[in-house]
């Protein structure tokens, strides 16, 4: 029995083993919000390589940045590109710089119950501003009106609805507070989480539409691609260069498209209040976060490989998901940017 | 060992060599079964301490620069490194007073109606059902709370009870739905269950014997109920609350979902607040900076020292109390 099975044991392992060998297995971790395209694109990679296996955890962009900082991931995605602090923390831990690679675009839209009122809203930066810090209190303010001529806003309390768990979502609507309000800037901040001068928290996307659709005459902030998917009335904001715009692929693109030409070469940019005419104010990239040296040619050859194929035929699978394509200008840099991996 | 032994037994008596094997085989057995629970035991203890060690010792950034200040500051401020955990400590204590106060009337009624007074069948299926409602994710609650629990409230619960009990702090301001009130009613429904099936079987187990006694010195079936059975049950229905406390305290998808999620000490238990295990899952994983995932992991130790003293404090209260059950 035992002389029997012994035989194919060891056949088995060996055929595990060498399996193994053929196949390249990379592992990332980090952002939620791109995770569906992320998941589409390794899932159309790995049909067209049958021997890469790509594995991702959406466990949130801090983590995503801490493992791969760590090392315990071969790379990370983060909604918010990393500080300084965490560059140099990278730098000594791993003794090579990170890479930033943008990927997809997102952006965050305000949205809104108010019954009675079925149409578009049209928010200016200040409205956005006052009625985040509190400072508007009711939906007829005058500031909310200017903007809304046509519509009926009723005399009512508004209630402010914000993300209570830390999230790119979050990061990117206070950036834009931040860049437009010099008054956020100094009480509040940007950050994942803030200390909200007024409102509820509600946890996920899911979480604060659940409340927003539960509570009468609130406004609250949710990722566009989430606001699409499940058809939520949201309003148009008005753009650096004073006009409304409202959020959708294009105008995303056009952000990114605003802000490419002061594009840094690490990539590491805000793209909120982007300077454009049709840009929508609200935008931003998402990253990959990849070690500028890998010490192991399989893994470097696949990444950079995967990179050049998700900079070229990958953006052309965003728009199915309802992420907005980088423009031209800043997928060109970034095909020169993959050679600095060594 | 057996080579050794078999010279020394053949030489005595079969009689007595028999139960002498006998012993020694027990023995080693009580021995073993002494050591083996021992280790259980001591494992607990050893993991206990060990996530004590590591909350300590992780959360030392924190606990040096905001001192004992940590406890008593209000403000939760990740972008300016202004960390204060009473809001939290004071939701996840309101919640889960208000879901025991809830839960604990209704638990042990239901555990009363189906063990002593209903017929055994009803009795069965009912418990079944209850068992069922103790396997629910708790994200399930959440939802339920949030979509159906917090219309009903808003609509049908707190309208009436504002105008009855408006006048009390507990009752003022405005509902938003989302309230330390929704978060006590979730909660109370998440851990009746476990108040529900442990004390059924409790009161099951009291032996007959203890009712027949009763009865026939003439109690009505309430009376020995009350005053036989529950006192000779106490214990382990004080269990059963003790682990639905446990649950309350620690409970963190359902109670996010339906609390509000602000940081703040409302005295109104309409308004929205937050707790320390909520906060945790919400803010951790997009934590960075080591002073704000060690404020995060000072608040996990602060839920350590709160489960504490809370069931300390239950403990007491039960100690004093049941005296004069038992006097009755």
Redesign the interface.
Known sequence: MINKTWPTFLICVLLLVTSASADVALTGAGATFPYPMYSKWFYAYQKLHPDIQINYQS?????G??QVTEGTVDFGASDGPMNDT?LQEFQSKRGTPVLHFPTVLGADVPTYNIPGISGELKFTPEALAGIFLGKITKWNDPELVKANPDQKLPAH?L?VVHR?????TTYVWVDYLAKISPEWKQR?????????PV?????GNE?VS??IK??AYSIGYVELVYAVQNHLTYGQVKNASGNFVKAELASVTAAAAGAAKSMPDDFRVSITNSPGKSAYPISSFTWLLVPQKIADPAKKKVITDFLHWMLTDGQDLTEALAYARLPKEVQAKELKAISRIQ | MNAADTPLLQSTPPQPCRIRTFVRSLRPADEAAYLITLTAAGSIFAITSLVLFELFANSSFSRHKFGWSFLFTQTWDPVAGQFGALPFIYGTVVTSVLALAIAVPMGIGAAIFLAELAPPRVSNALTFLIELLAAVPSVIYGLLGIFILVPILQNYVVPPLQSVLGFTPLFQGPFYGVSYLSAGVVLSVMIVPFIVSVSREILISVPKEQREASLALGATRWQTTWRVVMPYAHKGIYGSIFLALARALGETMAVTMVIGNTPQVKASLLQPGYTIAAVIANEFTEATGDLYLSALIELGLVLFAVTFILNGMARLLILTTSKYSVRS
């Open positions: 466990i949130g962009s801090g983590g940045i801490k965490q309390d209630v209570s768990d830390g999230s790119g509040v901040g940007v950050g994942t989480s803030v200390n909200w409102g509820l928290g509600g946890k979480g659940g409340q539960q509570t």
